[in-house]
């Protein structure tokens, strides 16, 4: 069993940068992928970018491709979503998820949620 907290959300204005992170007990995450998804009111969740924590090998949605980066912290057994650039379309609740070893971009191939954390990003 894995559980995940994810934390970092907030407001910020557009242009800025958040730091989101996702932090795993119970398992070390060495056999799993771990991913970020996202949810923006009365719309379906969508992958935002994933890792493969054997590999390193990450993916990423092509909405945040050059501003998003995940990476993992193997001693923290966490992973984190660095966000620059920020644009008011990315205002959604950020939810990280888990998975045996390879990321897939359907939220219904995961096993393991964190509780989300809100980001908005407003002027």
């Known amino acids: 069993q894995v559980q995940l907290v994810d934390s970092g959300g907030g407001l910020m204005e557009p242009g800025g940068s958040l730091r989101l992170s996702c932090a795993a007990s119970?398992?070390?995450?060495?056999?799993?992928?771990v991913s970020w998804f996202r949810q923006a009111p009365g719309k379906e969740r969508e992958f935002v970018a994933g890792i493969r924590w054997n590999s390193g090998m990450t993916n990423y949605a092509d909405s945040v491709k050059g501003r998003f980066t995940i990476s993992r912290d193997n001693a923290k057994n966490t992973v984190y979503l660095q966000m620059n650039s920020l644009k008011p379309e990315d205002t959604a609740v950020y939810y990280c998820?888990?998975?045996?070893?390879?990321?897939?971009?359907?939220?219904?191939?995961?096993?393991?949620w964190g509780q989300g954390t809100q980001v908005t990003v407003s002027s």
């Open positions: 998820a888990a998975r045996p070893w390879i990321t897939t971009m359907n939220p219904s191939d995961y096993n393991y």
């Open positions: 119970g398992r070390t995450l060495s056999t799993y992928a």
